[in-house]
Structures are given as structure tokens and as C-alpha cells.
């Protein structure tokens, strides 16, 4: 059976990632079903607003938001009946609930999420030290790292570690080569939480054939042996289970869900040097 399709309109006066995010966690839930989005950010004149209702128009469907502005709002939700397309104000039911129990209303300040703040500046920190240090650069001193991401080639440390880094978390990751000792101030760390990823030794042997394929390399090597691939993990293993470091299987894990456990760990971790 095909796949069917249907138009899915996202706007914004901010950036859209509160709608993007939310548009496809409800659209994964559907199978056989596949949507075309159109993402509308930064949409804060009238002139945007119509452009945007021109463009329902010509291709309706689903229509979702986030507008603090009454008036684009009540405008958006005018058009979208008069076109017959379904439209909802995602941030609508969440600011009534915090209005009734906080007894204020909102300020209606489009983005007011991303303000340049300590957070948003630790985020920035966090993904220039990530970044310095992927791939096992920049080894020789770990203790400045929160998490340190360790596992053979292709078990998803480098994005891993960059979404780590943009919830504002300075990540390391140093890969598994055969033949090549790990850097002793691995070794050595007491501050970083150190985190092993492992997977199934057919999931790794997919992905470096695919990645070889993309280079156009030699796929007859070592590199790909499914054998040689399993001895790689198992020694990993033996690794983790002797250095007492948690362990994540990212056989099945998206990005996000792998990060998660990370984070979870993480926050352990971080309450061993908390002064009781």
C-alpha cells in the first residue's frame, strides 16, 4: 500500500521548533501516513500573515501555531474556517492552564524563550568545548568535560554529543580502535560522568558499509567483518563492566532517546559532589 500525504502549515512568531517538535511527535503516531510540512517562522507583521493564509489556501490542510498576538491569531483562525482546513493554537490550552493557576496573564512577548541569558551562553560554551573535543581530540584533559561519550567507530557518539551539548552539556567522546590505547586522562577522570555506547555488531556492520559505500573505500576490511566487528564490541564491553561505566545499547535508540538516558545518568552523577 502507498503512503498517504496531507499538508501540515506550522506558524510562528518565533522560530517554530515548539511547533516543529510537537507537529511530528503527533505525526509519528500515524502509520501509512506522511506529512508535507510548510513552516512559517518569525511570522510578526500582517503583511507575513497574509502571505502565509495565501499560501493555506492554495495548499489546505492541517494548520497549527504558536501567535501571542490576539489579532494574527484571531486573522489565522478566521481564514483557516472560511477555507475549511482544522487549526489550533498549541500554546493555547498550556498559557490557560498557567493563567488559571497563577492568577496573571501573559505577557504576550513573541520568543520570549530565547533571550540571551546564562542558559542560552552555557549552551554556546557548551558547544564549542563539544565540538573541540569529538573524536578524540583535545584527550589530554577530560575534567573540564561533563560527559565523556566512549565507544567503537559508528555507535552514534559524535551526535550524541552535540545534542547533549545544545541542553548545555560539555561532552567528550573518544572512539574504540583496535591497536590504539585509550588516552590516559580517560583514565584519570573524577569529575566527568564517562558513558559507554555499544550495539549489535550487525546495526555497526550496516552502518560502515554504508559509510564506506559513500567514500567509495574498500569494503573488503576488517572493518566491516561482522566477526572482527563482534570481538571489537565484546572487548568494549569487557571495557565498561571493568571500569564501572554505565552502558547504553543504541541498537534501537533514536538520538534523542540515547540523550535522555544520558541525562538521566548525568544528573546522578551530578549529586555525588553535592556537599551533604
Not at 183 to 198: D, R, W, Y
Request: glycine share 4%; hydrophobic share 45%.
Amino acid at each position: 500500500m502507498g503512503r498517504n500525504f496531507f499538508h501540515l502549515h506550522l506558524v510562528s512568531d518565533a522560530t517554530g521548533e515548539t511547533l516543529i517538535a510537537v507537529a511530528r511527535a503527533a505525526a509519528a503516531q500515524y502509520e501509512g501516513v506522511s506529512a508535507i510540512e510548510h513552516i512559517y517562522p518569525l511570522i510578526r507583521s500582517r503583511a507575513q500573515l497574509e502571505r502565509v493564509i495565501e499560501e493555506i489556501d492554495s495548499a489546505p490542510g492541517v494548520v497549527l501555531y504558536t501567535m501571542v498576538e490576539a489579532e494574527f491569531a484571531e486573522r489565522l483562525e478566521a481564514a483557516c474556517a472560511a477555507a475549511a482546513c482544522p487549526c489550533l493554537s498549541v500554546l493555547s490550552p498550556v498559557l490557560n492552564l498557567f493563567q488559571s493557576y497563577l492568577g496573571a496573564a501573559q505577557a504576550s512577548r513573541p520568543g520570549a524563550q530565547h533571550v540571551l541569558n546564562s542558559e542560552y551562553f552555557k549552551r554556546i560554551d557548551a558547544m564549542n568545548y563539544t565540538l573541540l573535543h569529538d573524536d578524540g581530540q583535545m584527550a589530554d584533559n577530560l575534567e573540564d568535560a561533563d560527559v565523556v561519550l566512549v565507544g567503537v567507530s559508528r555507535t552514534s557518539k559524535t551526535p550524541t554529543s552535540i545534542y547533549l551539548a545544545n541542553r548545555g552539556i560539555k561532552t567528550a567522546n573518544i572512539p574504540l580502535v583496535p591497536g590504539i590505547p585509550l588516552p590516559e586522562s580517560l583514565q584519570n577522570a573524577k569529575k566527568p560522568l564517562i558513558v559507554g555506547l555499544v550495539a549489535s555488531p550487525e546495526r555497526i556492520v550496516q552502518i560502515r558499509q554504508n559509510r564506506l559505500l559513500s567514500l567509495n573505500a574498500d569494503e573488503a576490511s576488517p572493518y566491516v567483518d561482522r566477526d572482527s566487528v563482534a570481538e571489537e564490541i565484546a572487548q568494549s564491553r569487557r571495557l565498561f563492566a571493568r571500569s564501572q561505566w554505565p552502558m547504553i545499547d543504541v541498537t534501537r535508540r533514536s538520538i534523542e532517546e540515547t540523550a535522555a538516558a544520558i541525562i538521566d545518568l548525568y544528573k546522578a552523577h551530578r549529586m555525588k559532589f553535592i556537599a551533604i
